[in-house]
């Protein structure tokens, strides 16, 4: 099985930008569809965006899209959330997860998940 840590959360004013990793270990992440969830304070997890093993495709919530951009590098074991545009309500904490087939945002369609990185966006 994969095991994923995310990094790169941290504090940043509105308007910025900032880019998660997810870095894969275990198993290739080439093997698994990847998709981005994030949790607000008092909020359920939202989902954001996914991208295909390939990194072909990607799929996004209407909350981000257009500021939200997920791209992988199989080389490399890892997968990205660049998210621009940032506003005081992306403040949450992000989860990456994966899964081998489903492409979609529906949290329990996920097997596996990192444990999530803090990203705080100031007014």
């Known amino acids: 099985q994969v095991q994923l840590v995310e990094s790169g959360g941290g504090l940043v004013q509105a308007g910025g930008s900032l880019r998660l990793s997810c870095a894969a270990s275990?198993?290739?992440?080439?093997?698994?569809?990847v998709g981005w969830f994030r949790q607000a304070p008092g909020k359920e997890r939202e989902f954001a965006g996914v991208?295909?093993?390939?990194?072909?495709?990607?799929y996004y919530a209407d909350s981000v899209k257009g500021r939200f951009t997920i791209s992988r590098d199989n080389a490399k074991n890892t997968v990205y959330l660049q998210r621009n545009s940032l506003k005081p309500e992306d403040t949450a904490v992000y989860y990456c997860?994966?899964?081998?087939?489903?492409?979609?945002?529906?949290?329990?369609?996920?097997?596996?998940w990192g444990q999530g990185t803090q990203v705080t966006v100031s007014s």
């Open positions: 997860a994966a899964n081998l087939a489903y492409f979609g945002g529906d949290a329990r369609r996920y097997e596996y």
């Open positions: 275990g198993r290739t992440v080439s093997t698994y569809v």
């Open positions: 991208i295909t093993r390939s990194g072909g495709t990607t």
